[in-house]
């Protein structure tokens, strides 16, 4: 009969080393758990005013904030701090084309495609803002959904941090033609288009 002894003591070894190889692997990963850094407002001897936290470097610009010149109405959509009735750049075809891509995307899950205010979203039962062909809203100047989009209202988020200026005016600008085309009458077309929808007629 074998003595068990030497095979107990290997045992033994064994889990010893395992133990071992635990704890190296755990002193390896400090740098992962307990991570040479400051926390919000911990004090620190470093700096001569003993805060850990730094201002930026003078004449830093947050990313997408670069603003071209003091142009109050671009930035803002208001002039001597009221909201504008004018807009900063003159409409193209090109503008339009970019607000419906940009309203279709950010505004119409709330929306809708048409600005009625029955987007998907609220299909689902998120809480429905206002249509935007209601008088008030299109008696609305300009500024003021320039302003809305930039800074939110009511249950709507701001989005001034996600679309810059020029797409703000471009979805600005769509909203209008939305307004626009459902007080538009056949008058209000050119000529070659009033020919075709009255078939020749006129």
Known sequence: MSNP??????????????????????????????????NPYDPTDFFEDG?????????????????LGPNELFYTGKVDGQAS???????????????RERFN???SPCHGFSGDGDGMI???????PPSLHEDRLRNAPAGHFFDVITNGMGVMYPYGYRVAPPDRW???????ALQLSRQAS?????????????????
Do not use: W
Not at 5 to 30: H, N, S, W
Not at 85 to 99: A, C, H, N, Q
Not at 122 to 128: C, D, L, M
């Open 105 to 107: 995307i950010y505004c």
């Open 186 to 202: 056949i008058n209000d077309l050119p000529d070659a288009e009033q020919k075709k929808l009255l078939g020749g007629t006129r």
């Open 122 to 128: 609220v299909q689902r039962g998120f809480r429905r």
């Open 51 to 67: 805060q850990s936290a730094r201002l930026p470097v003078e004449g830093t610009v947050p990313r997408g904030d670069l603003k």
């Open 85 to 99: 009735e004018s807009f900063p750049f003159p409409v193209t075809r090109e503008i339009l084309d970019r607000g």
């Open 170 to 176: 471009a979805i600005v600008y769509y909203i209008r």
């Open 5 to 38: 002894q030497p095979r107990m003591a290997f045992r033994g070894a064994r889990v010893l080393a395992g133990l071992a190889l635990l704890l190296a692997c755990a002193g390896c990963r400090q740098d992962m758990h307990v991570q040479p850094r400051y």
